[in-house]
């Protein structure tokens, strides 16, 4: 069974830091890796998606990689923003061999970027 | 609409009622899935739709709950004869098609409170 696990649970930074998030997942089989966001009180906004035979994905300030063989993903952020305060989500889903493209999801890492 | 809608915003009930929660997808996405989110934790999945069909209900905890999505297009979720543990928020969230490294769209969800 897949599981997925995020580290920090909660950080805490001043405005201007980079920042890295880790998730780590048990099964190597993934068909990809997707990285979200979550506002209190709102659904889940689509960060960057990486195929499995992608080594990572870049939009504006946030920069995502995947080592599959390790089960490793890592969401770096660069010059925080207050703005960028949410919960961070990271989900796998498994090869169509493997059943639906159900996402299994880690229990996110909290973000408070300080003024 | 432009994204995901889902209805009601918030549902209160009291244990043992049956509640209906709607979903509509984004027009012409192909893929449908129910995710349920505990506080704290990570949203877990609950059943998945291409189409009209029913692909895989395999994360519905018991058979208190069903879905459906007649026409392809708007899907309900329902439960019956609520109990307390059912109280989550119950996110929708839709895909252009099946694997296709197309990310997911998820709605604001209805948060559930059972009394």
């Known amino acids: 069974k897949q599981e997925v696990t995020q580290i920090p649970a909660a950080l805490s930074v001043p405005e201007g830091e980079n920042l890295v998030l880790n998730c780590s997942f048990t099964d190597s089989a993934i068909y990809n890796l997707q990285w979200f966001r979550q506002d209190p009180g709102k659904g889940l906004t689509s960060l960057l998606l990486?195929?499995?035979?992608?080594r990572e994905q870049t939009s504006g300030r946030l920069n995502a990689s995947l080592d599959k063989s390790s089960g490793r993903s890592t969401l770096y952020i660069a010059a925080s923003q207050p703005g960028d305060s949410a919960t961070y989500l990271c989900?796998?889903?498994?090869?169509?061999?493997?059943?639906?493209?159900?996402?299994?999801f880690g229990k996110g890492t909290k973000l408070t970027v300080n003024p | 609409g432009a994204g995901v809608s889902q209805s009601p915003r918030y549902k209160v009930a009291k244990r043992g009622q049956d509640v209906a929660l709607r979903c509509d997808p984004i027009?012409?996405?192909?893929?449908l899935f129910w995710y349920q989110q505990a506080l704290g934790q990570g949203p877990e999945f609950l059943t998945y739709?291409?189409?009209?069909?029913?692909?895989?209900k395999s994360g519905l905890p018991s058979d208190r709950f069903f879905a459906e999505r007649p026409e392809g297009s708007v899907s309900t979720l329902k439960i019956q004869r609520t109990q307390q543990e059912d109280s989550a928020v119950y996110l929708c969230?839709?895909?252009?098609?099946?694997?296709?490294?197309?990310?997911?769209?998820f709605g604001d969800g209805t948060r559930l409170s059972i009394l």
């Open positions: 989900a796998v889903s498994r090869p169509p061999q493997g059943g639906s493209e159900k996402l299994v």
């Open positions: 969230a839709s895909s252009r098609r099946a694997w296709s490294n197309q990310p997911q769209h």
């Open positions: 990486i195929q499995s035979s992608q």
């Open positions: 027009s012409g996405h192909v893929s």
């Open positions: 739709f291409q189409n009209e069909a029913q692909l895989d």
